[in-house]
């Protein structure tokens, strides 16, 4: 059985690899982490045209500084892996369009059992209750996906059910 650990390096990707290494320690897994091109970055976020010094700047060695990132995140979320149980390898993928559909594309060529990742990544603006590729891998997912919150997410969360406990009186 081949579990997708989608990994960032974040709180959120580490506490997923915890969990799935306790779930299932001894499985077999991919630790994937998705990048993309300065390019790539600048087109989807509509800055391309305000970036003309950093566009002559650009080269192919930006780039594969990107890619040599994205493999080094990879190789150590695998090591993460490897030390929770897990029989790791790292794997990365180019983003072209949505990033969720760049983890799906993966998953389908493991043929992964299970998709694992966090609720929230280092992306942009965090979500109060589930991240933006979280919601979106959940959402179109065509195999089981595991998503575990952070365990700042956790603590909040029991704080915030032990308030609920207390107001409303039950003993």
């Not at 306790?22 to 990048?35: E, H, I, K």
């Not at 700047?57 to 030390?83: F, I, V």
Request: glycine letters at 10%; aromatic letters at 2%; a negative charge.
């Amino acid at each position: 059985m081949m579990i997708l650990i989608c990994y960032d390096g974040s709180a959120d990707a580490q506490a997923a690899i915890e969990h799935i290494g306790a779930l299932m320690p001894g499985s077999q897994a991919t630790v994937l982490v998705v990048w993309e091109t300065v390019l790539e970055t600048m087109t989807r976020n509509g800055s391309l045209g305000m970036g003309f010094g950093l566009v002559g700047a650009y080269n192919d060695e930006t780039d594969a500084a990107l890619k040599a990132g994205a493999l080094e995140t990879a190789t150590n979320g695998a090591q993460r892996a490897t030390a929770a149980g897990l029989l790791a390898q790292p794997r990365i993928a180019e983003r072209h369009d949505d990033i969720a559909a760049a983890m799906l594309a993966v998953a389908a060529d493991v043929d992964a059992a299970v998709i694992v990742l966090g609720t929230r990544g280092l992306g942009g603006v965090k979500s109060l209750m589930l991240g933006s590729v979280s919601h979106a891998v959940l959402h179109h997912a065509d195999r089981p996906v595991l998503v575990v919150p952070s365990p700042g997410i956790v603590e909040e969360r029991r704080r915030w059910a032990e308030r609920a406990h207390v107001t409303s009186g039950v003993t």
